[in-house]
């Protein structure tokens, strides 16, 4: 087998020529022999050269180097070295796909190293060495695996379109023809939003997270009159609520302590434009009159101000809350929702959007290739995309996005197969495992558990196998399509599901 062994130059490598010693790289390479030695370093060429001489003319048999300048900001520069170092590697790999590859992490700087271990634990699985005076050269052993859940975490320290992508929720450009969908209801959604955006009344949008809500709330910005002024999105939910008054009407200054100055509120901030108010459920009582009171006069009253001041905004709520049930309930107030909801659009979840993982997947893949620079078009295997239209989707689109984002960072020939599916998925895997963990007691109810249980798998593979019962029984594992129909009577969900079927 041939063996390929990679490594940064350091300065111990340099100092090595006139010296007695051989340097860690050369020391690495009399040891392991390889057939193919690739160097990267960062010193200027001229200072280099010398010791790239010097090596070859130490070990001629081994004089198969390939050594790369690479240009960095700085040493510790995590994004210029993930380039340099993944670019290397890819190609490395594209070269010798069946190599013993070997990556010498001692010379460089503790953020090189933090490279390697990085793209040598994913993308491309290496063998470690290390290099000292006193021990010689040895392996090293990393016994952990960076798993899925933390990839996209560790790898976002490098890398800035990687950091963006991982981050990125809604563009400020958004308009609809980002709202990506197969599914006619949301289709019609996106002409509906479309003619509200021409009129300035409040739009009011439901539901549930990553639905994307936001997405529609910047598209109806960006094609409404007012889209040269400020879009200004608010999560009403991450707000405590000592603070929540100074967020929206704003401050003036020596109202409370730390109020160092006058602060403008959302409403201020948003004014010509639109204020996105997320989260809107989560609103306490007090906040919701304040927020009637400005809605009703387009004034607002800064904290410890006194004088109101106009304000003209377009208002975009959202909530993945039941906002009648709350009304029902008296936790949010009937008047406030009839300011807010004039025009509203209720976004259906992604389980329920027959053919959007399926195109979903396939647009976010393309845009995944292209910032993360994969040379070949990211594709799923038949199995990888089995495993996409079995899943549930709690997250929604977000979660859809996300954990193709990982599957990728997992593959090295672009081609996304089940187990990558299976690791992106992890996380969440892990977190619904939860079901067996809820406090006995008080509130628990077995029989109303394994209901809810049943029902969630009948309504997954139903809707898995596009309505087929036969298919659905063999994937719950259930003898028949008799039992199954019994079963989805027992639940009342034989006649939704029959009629949204039809609906389609
Ligand atoms: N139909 C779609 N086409 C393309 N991208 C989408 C679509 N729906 C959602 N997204 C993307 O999914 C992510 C989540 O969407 P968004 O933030 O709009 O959801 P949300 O409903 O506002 O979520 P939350 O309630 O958690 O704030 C974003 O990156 C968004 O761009």
Known sequence: ????????????????????????????????????????????????????????????????????????????????????????????????????????????????????????KTRFPAEFLQASPQQGVQPVHLPFAISAEFQPAAAAQAGRQLRELVAADVPETAGFERVVTAHP?????????????????PVLILGESG??????????????????????????????????????????????????RDAAGVFEQADDGTLFLDELGELSAAAQVRLLRVLQEGRVLPVGANKERDVDVRLICATHRDLQADIAERRFREDLYYRVAVGVLELPPLRERQGDVQRLAEH???????????????????????RLLLHAWPGNVRELRAALLRAALWTTDGRIDAPDIDGALLVRSAASDDILNRSLGNDFDLDALLHDVERH?????????????????????????????????????????RKSSRDR
């Open 364 to 386: 976010f893949l393309i845009e995944i290739g292209e910032q993360l620079g994969f040379q070949q078009t990211l594709s799923l295997t038949p199995a990888a995309r089995n």
């Open 211 to 260: 639905t994307g809500k936001e997405l529609f709330a910047r598209a109806i910005h960006n094609s409404s009159a007012r889209n040269e002024r400020p879009f200004v999105a608010v999560n009403c939910g991450a707000i405590p609520p000592e603070l929540i008054d100074s967020m929206l009407f704003g401050h003036a200054k020596g109202s409370f302590t730390g109020a160092l």
């Open 185 to 201: 209801l949301l289709q019609d959604l996106k002409r509906r939003a479309a003619a509200l955006a021409r009129f300035d009344v």
């Open 1 to 120: 087998m041939r063996r390929v062994l990679i490594s940064w130059i350091g300065q111990r490598d340099l100092d090595a020529v006139g010296d007695d010693g051989d340097g860690p790289v050369l020391a690495t390479m009399r040891q392991q022999q390889p057939d193919q030695t690739y160097l990267l370093f960062n010193y200027a060429p001229a200072k280099v050269q010398p010791y790239l001489e010097w090596l070859r003319r130490k070990a001629p048999a081994l004089a198969n180097i390939d050594a790369r300048h690479a240009l960095l900001r700085s040493p510790v520069d995590y994004t210029d070295i993930y380039q340099a170092a993944e670019a290397l590697l890819q190609e490395i790999w594209g070269l010798h796909p069946r190599a013993h590859r070997s990556i010498l992490i001692s010379p460089g700087t503790p953020a090189m190293q933090a490279v390697w271990i990085l793209l040598g």
């Open 457 to 497: 798998y009948l309504e997954r593979a139903m809707l898995a196998a596009e309505g087929s019962k036969a298919k659905a029984s063999r994937l719950l594992g259930l003898g028949s399509h008799q039992v199954l129909t019994t079963r989805l009577r027992r639940q009342g969900l034989d006649e939704s599901l």
